[in-house]
């Protein structure tokens, strides 16, 4: 396989954006990554909230179960004012959830942007044809790095703030070589222009000053895929200020879907990057990445033959492929 130069790259983006469908991994992959999920890190359809607390008990015990009710609603209440939640209390919050009696049934809550963030960059990988070294942000007990590793047999390597997650990564990961993680700081010398991927699922927002930290961790050409919480601010200034950083805009998607019974819909917007293209992100990039959700995804989440687990955005995306192969 030949190297993709950086215009390739961009052409690659510009035909996937013209049919967002087609940024989905084969029906047959979604479904083996989505049972690997389950059974690999418990990471499973959830209960329903009406029961998930029993549930939770069951699973972790009533001492444990009790300290990831009291971290959960200590940091809610910070978020219910508008107030940054104390790093201190964030990092007890990801400690606690790394002790594996709690963290699949924790992250079943987020099974399907965690599925559906792992298909896209999965597929991305393989579509923008990534050779080097990967970069995981936020990586906690390393699922997505795991996942990225065994699909495209890249090296991957993950940061996260908790060292307890960086623990548990570690262990897990004892018979992969190709997975490091640590608990370094993004400035360190040594991950300067060392990536050809780089990813934050939800660990990073995306403003100019995260934007610089990536870029200076990419290689010429590399990719930067931000899946932040909440869409950027689009104001001229910030749209300036992101491109200066080397990275230019090259694509926007959508990932999430329907958690379950009794809960809701989470998706959250995807935007793609290349280091040294020139081109700037979108003033309506979160209205642009919605595309799909509203022109397919919602007719496929709301037919009565689509299965409740598998009303996200890779199973409709791997349906359509089926539908469309040959």
């Known amino acids: 396989m030949t190297s993709m130069t950086p215009a390739d790259r961009l052409r690659h983006c510009e035909r996937a954006a013209a049919d967002k469908r087609s940024l989905g991994l084969p029906l047959a992959d979604v479904r083996r990554i989505d049972s690997w999920l389950r059974t690999t890190w418990g990471i499973a359809p959830p209960a329903p909230p009406s029961v998930w607390d029993a549930s939770l008990e069951r699973a972790a015990g009533r001492a444990l179960s009790r300290r990831y009710r009291a971290l959960h609603d200590e940091q809610a209440s910070y978020l219910m004012t508008g107030s940054a939640i104390p790093q201190v209390i964030e990092t007890a919050f990801y400690d606690l959830i790394a002790d594996s009696r709690i963290s699949g049934i924790v992250h079943s809550q987020k099974r399907t942007m965690i599925l559906d963030a792992g298909c896209l960059l999965v597929h991305l990988s393989r579509m923008l044809r990534i050779e080097g070294r990967v970069f995981d942000i936020g990586c906690h007990v390393g699922y997505h790095a795991s996942l990225l590793a065994a699909e495209t047999g890249l090296p991957v390597h993950g940061i996260d703030i908790s060292t307890r997650a960086i623990a548990e990564a570690t262990r897990r990961a004892k018979a992969a070589p190709e997975l490091t993680f640590d608990s370094t700081s993004l400035d360190a010398p040594d991950l300067r222009a060392a990536f050809d991927l780089v990813y934050a699922v939800r660990s990073l927002p995306l403003t100019p ?91 496929y989440a709301n037919s009565p033959s689509t299965q409740g687990d598998e009303k996200t955005q890779a199973y409709c995306r791997g349906y359509w492929q089926a539908s469309h192969s040959g």
């Open 209 to 299: 000053d995260t934007a610089a930290t990536v870029a200076r961790l990419l290689r010429p050409g590399g990719v930067a895929v931000f899946l932040p919480f909440e869409p950027p601010d689009v104001d001229h200034s910030t749209i300036e200020k992101i491109a200066a950083t080397g990275l230019g805009f090259a694509l926007c998607d959508v990932v999430g879907g329907w958690e379950g019974p009794g809960r809701s819909f989470d998706a959250g917007l995807a935007a793609v990057f290349l280091k040294g293209c020139d081109r700037p992100m979108i003033g309506d990039v979160a209205e642009r990445a919605q595309d799909t959700w509203n022109g397919h995804f919602k007719a």
